[in-house]
């Protein structure tokens, strides 16, 4: 009986092993084309970003010429000091990486290396050591160096001088954009742009103008240089409420003779040569100069002639130096 019971048993458990196992269904839920199209968006969204990043922008320079750029630039060289001025205000300092030997601000751009001067020799051994993605040059450059640069391979952007403050903030914008700093350079513009409209509204009222004398350069006190009509200076003198008396001359840049000084007899004398050695006390030792007006009341000034000569966002400098000088009694809301 025993052994029939543990042959049962050992028949029961071979038929059961030899079975064959449940099959166990995993249900897997439905996606839904929201959903679907949310899983796919990361991969979608990184497509459109790199598609916009490797868009190549495409600029039209100040010789007229096209200038393409794959990406913003990284690697950026200056020609002047003006359009080293401009790439350190956007924020792009740290992409400079050549700018000329006549820059002296900021400070930090003394750090930089230097490729020589667009009144002596480019380096062009040194620029292209540089492996510059663009170079940055303006009306001091003539057309036969951003020749020779293009024709080593190097993409150059040729910028005129501004005329106008609408053209200073429209640079701002140009280089924010060529060097990736689009937002700094929005704030930047718009900052500039309020400063102005605050000389404007404070002179606005303001029923009499001095008149200014500015020296440029005064190697000859016979015949001074001086900043004639349609010059950036000649624009900040009027803007700043003065009458600019070097506006009867011809030519932008021009000398203007010592009579006609003297008959003009100006309320105000700007020196921008004192950096090299004119002094107010000189002016007065001039012949037929000691009884000008200026002299006599002393309401003669040096002024930072880069303010005025520098068609860079430092112009808006100059603009509220100047409306200080001429009008001191104003008082001008930030």
Same mark, same amino acid.
């Given at each position: 009986m025993?052994r029939?019971?543990?042959?049962?048993t050992?028949l029961i458990v071979?038929?059961t092993a030899?079975?064959?196992?449940a099959?166990?269904?995993l249900e897997v839920a439905p +996606?839904?084309?929201?959903?679907a @199209?949310s899983?796919?968006?990361?991969?979608?969204? #990184?497509a %459109?970003?790199e @598609?916009a =990043?490797?868009?190549p922008?495409?600029f039209?320079?100040?010789?007229?010429r096209? +200038?393409?750029? %794959?990406?913003? #630039?990284?690697?950026?060289v200056t020609? %002047?000091?003006?359009?080293? /001025?401009?790439?350190f205000a956007v924020? %792009?300092?740290?992409?400079?990486?050549?700018?000329?030997?006549?820059?002296?601000?900021?400070a930090?751009?003394?750090?930089?290396a230097s490729i020589?001067?667009?009144?002596g020799?480019?380096?062009?051994?040194?620029?292209?050591?540089?492996?510059p993605?663009?170079?940055l040059a303006a009306e001091i450059n003539t057309?036969e160096q951003?020749n *020779?640069l293009?024709g080593?391979?190097l993409?150059?952007y040729?910028l005129?001088?501004v005329?106008t403050?609408e053209?200073?903030?429209?640079?701002?914008?140009?280089?924010g954009?060529?060097t990736?700093? /689009?937002e700094? @350079? @929005?704030?930047?513009?718009e900052?500039?742009?309020?400063r102005?409209?605050?000389v404007?509204?404070a002179?606005a009222?303001?029923?009499?103008?001095?008149? =200014?004398f500015y020296e440029i350069?005064g190697t000859?006190?016979?015949?001074?240089?001086?900043?004639?009509?349609?010059t950036?200076?000649?624009?900040m003198?009027?803007?700043?409420?003065?009458?600019?008396?070097?506006g009867?001359l011809?030519?932008p840049?021009a000398q203007i003779s #010592?009579e006609?000084?003297v008959?003009q007899?100006?309320?105000?004398?700007l020196l921008g040569?004192?950096?090299?050695? =004119?002094t107010i006390e000189?002016?007065? /030792?001039?012949t037929?100069?000691a009884d000008?007006t200026a002299v006599? /009341?002393?309401?003669?000034?040096?002024?930072?002639?880069?303010?005025a000569?520098?068609?860079?966002?430092r112009?808006?400098d100059g603009? *509220?130096e100047l =409306?200080?000088i001429?009008?001191?009694?104003?008082?001008m809301?930030?």
């Open positions: 025993l029939k019971t543990l042959i049962l050992l071979m038929l030899c079975a064959p196992a099959q166990t269904t +996606v839904s084309p929201t959903e @199209a899983t796919e968006a990361p991969a979608t969204e #990184a %459109a970003t @598609a =990043v490797t868009e922008m495409i039209t320079d100040g010789l007229g096209e +200038v393409t750029l %794959a990406a913003p #630039a990284q690697r950026i020609l %002047a000091p003006s359009l080293t /001025e401009f790439v924020g %792009a300092g740290r992409q400079l990486v050549g700018r000329d030997e006549l820059v002296d601000f900021p930090e751009a003394l750090e930089v020589g001067s667009a009144y020799d480019l380096n062009t051994e040194v620029i292209l050591a540089l492996e993605d663009l170079i057309p951003v *020779e293009e080593l391979g993409t150059v040729y005129s001088n005329q403050y053209d200073l903030y429209e640079q701002v914008a140009l280089i954009k060529m990736g700093h /689009e700094e @350079a @929005a704030s930047l513009a900052s500039l742009a309020a102005v409209d605050a404007s509204a002179v009222n303001v029923t009499e103008k001095p008149t =200014v350069d000859d006190p016979s015949k001074p240089w001086t900043t004639g009509p349609g950036f200076m000649d624009t003198i009027s803007l700043a409420g003065g009458v600019n008396i070097g009867v011809n030519d840049y #010592a006609e000084i008959a007899d100006p309320n105000i004398i040569d004192t950096l090299y050695g =004119v000189s002016v007065g /030792e001039r037929g100069w000008l006599k /009341e002393g309401t003669i000034f040096p002024f930072d002639d880069n303010l000569s520098r068609p860079g966002p112009l808006v603009l *509220e =409306v200080k001429l009008h001191p009694e104003l008082v809301n930030p």
